[in-house]
């Protein structure tokens, strides 16, 4: 095996090479496909999470102000046990001091059972908009859980058909690697691991890199089309390779030309046309 990667010319290593980065361009775009899906429906867990939370909440309102209606509604009975008893006893009075004590006493429960009643009836309020909330929540809840629902179903889709082609991939670019050999293998996946767009091997189209479009000098492009060494650009330090060599429609600048010819040519025949309707 080691023979082999030390006889491969240059052009065998650069046509490894970009067949490599096609496999590893392909593993990053089945990556991504699901790569957003699962941030979705981790996003809606963490959101549903939150909902379930703030529904606990919501009930252990509702649960506190209706204990404090029972408790008051039992204040309202001691202090109306409390009046009658009181009223019972203002028919024994003996003296003005004791019928005044008894009727500060029957005021003072008076308006304890308006004090209870009134909390009562601002708790039964608070209840009543607590039950809203939780109703709304709960329906965001399920809401959010269909939403769930839909997205691990096609998470799972995807990641079923992206998983069979990645690992495909996976082999694919395994089995390049180990005939490309490891020097030249680490400097590519170096360059790869610096390049925003992922790719450490790009073809030259139109007297540019494909990396990052700068300017190729003539020279250099005719040494990359010599497949005589490793030629990489100047500017983003990508690997250079022909088109041609990897397989891809070379476009150039020189295309372009003849469509201007035509159009002057074109516009002659008018001029030509034009000057005998002038004679005329």
Excluded: W
Excluded at 135 to 158: H, M, P, S, V, W
Aim: proline share 3%; charged share 40%; glycine share 4%.
């Amino acid at each position: 095996m080691a023979k082999k990667q030390v006889e491969m010319t240059v052009e065998e290593k650069l046509k490894a090479l970009f067949k490599l980065q096609t496999a590893l361009s392909g593993i990053d775009e089945k990556r991504a496909l699901r790569g957003e899906l699962p941030l979705e429906v981790k996003d809606l867990e963490d959101e549903i999470e939150g909902l379930k939370t703030r529904k606990e909440k919501i009930a252990a309102e509702i649960k506190d102000y209706q204990d404090a209606i029972t408790q008051k509604k039992g204040e309202i009975n001691v202090a109306q046990m409390s009046l009658e008893r009181y009223k019972k006893q203002l028919d024994d009075v003996r003296n003005n001091r004791e019928y005044d004590t008894l009727t500060k006493e029957i005021e003072y429960q008076t308006l304890e059972v308006e004090l209870c009643n009134k909390k009562i009836k601002e708790a039964q309020t608070r209840v009543e908009e607590r039950k809203a909330d939780e109703d709304k929540t709960a329906e965001l809840i399920d809401g959010r859980t269909q939403d769930l629902l839909l997205k691990r179903a096609e998470l799972n889709e995807i990641m079923q058909e992206t998983r069979d082609a990645e690992e495909v991939l996976k082999e694919q670019a395994h089995e390049l690697e180990t005939k490309i050999e490891p020097r030249l293998l680490a400097s590519y996946k170096r360059i790869r691991k610096s390049a925003r767009n992922g790719l450490g091997i790009v073809s030259v189209n139109r007297d540019a890199c494909g990396g990052c479009f700068a300017k190729i000098p003539p020279q250099r492009q005719l040494d990359v089309r010599m497949h005589k060494k490793i030629i990489v650009c100047e500017y983003c330090g990508r690997i250079l390779i022909d088109p041609e060599l990897a397989g891809i429609q070379p476009v150039t600048n020189a295309e372009e030309k003849p469509k201007r010819k035509r159009t002057a040519s074109t516009s002659k025949k008018k001029k030509v046309e034009e000057e005998p309707s002038g004679e005329e």
